[in-house]
């Protein structure tokens, strides 16, 4: 369905912007 489209599209979006926190914070340390 288009809900589950975008649902997933979000989700990836959010793990997206997670991992280049993550990324950011340990090229921080």
Same mark, same amino acid.
């Given at each position: ?9 979000? *989700?990836? *979006? ?16």
């Amino acid at each position: 369905t288009l809900k589950t489209k975008f649902n997933r599209a979000r *989700q990836a *979006q959010i793990t997206t912007e997670l991992t280049e926190i993550v990324s950011g914070a340990a090229a921080l340390e």
